[in-house]
């Protein structure tokens, strides 16, 4: 079975882009959540969508935001980004809402210039 | 005070030797408690679950202390490929969604 795939792998923006980034989680797992890992520290939460309503809400601009899709697959949206945007973002599935398991994309590597 | 907090080391430790790490949480209510590991420039992965009772599974123990409000790791016998940063989680989930919180983690090297 595929695990969590995220896309695109790698990208580059300027100050004041934009960027969307996509998730598809493991089958059958309805809970998709969004984290920032910058160099150095562990990962922040940002979003967590289960069953395509937004779940939880991490101490994010709201320049960030988030949705899931009837299939369960999810985009990241970042507006006006900053240089301080520059980081991993990782995609984690899990069956349920609440308790169990993480299961982590290979992350979106996203640098701002 | 962080949410949750770990030494982030380095550690670095002999092949064979015992390890320990230790990771403190702030909130009471906290109901449920991982460690991940994640490789160097790759993603997180579950190492195990921890337990009120505490649990093992083969090198690595898990232990939870409420009343202290900390969590720690085991891991005996190091081997190379435990070399990684362990990272700390804590879920205090109550209202019906994971907010988990992850420590800085801690990095360990095991040297030949």
């Known amino acids: 079975d595929a695990g969590v795939t995220q896309s695109p792998t790698h990208l580059i923006k300027t100050r004041g882009q934009q960027v969307t980034l996509r998730c598809s989680p493991i089958s059958g797992h309805k809970s998709v959540s969004w984290y920032q890992q910058v160099l150095g520290q562990g990962p922040q939460f940002i979003f967590q969508y289960y069953e395509k309503e937004e779940r939880g809400r991490g101490n994010f601009p709201d320049r960030f935001s988030a949705r899931q899709f009837p299939n369960y697959s999810s985009e990241l949206n970042v507006n006006a980004l900053l240089l301080g945007d520059s980081a991993l973002y990782l995609c984690?599935?899990?069956?349920?809402?609440?308790?169990?398991?993480?299961?982590f994309g290979e992350g979106s590597r996203l640098t701002v210039l | 005070r962080k949410e949750v907090e770990q030494d982030p080391g380095p550690f670095n430790v002999p092949e064979g030797a015992t390890v320990a790490f230790n990771c403190t949480y702030s909130?009471?209510?906290?109901?449920?408690f991982f460690w991940y590991r994640q490789d160097c420039r790759k993603e997180p992965k579950l190492l195990m679950s921890?337990?009120?009772s505490g649990n093992e599974d083969g090198r690595f123990t898990a232990q939870l202390n409420r009343a202290s409000q900390y969590i720690s790791l085991l891991i005996r016998d190091s081997k190379l490929s435990d070399s990684a940063t362990y990272l700390c989680?804590?879920?205090?989930?109550?209202?019906?969604?994971?907010?988990?919180?992850f420590g800085t983690g801690t990095k360990l090297q095991v040297i030949p």
């Open positions: 989680v804590v879920n205090p989930s109550s209202g019906g969604y994971q907010k988990v919180t």
């Open positions: 984690a599935s899990s069956k349920g809402s609440r308790h169990g398991e993480l299961f």
């Open positions: 921890v337990y009120s």
């Open positions: 909130n009471s209510a906290s109901q449920s």
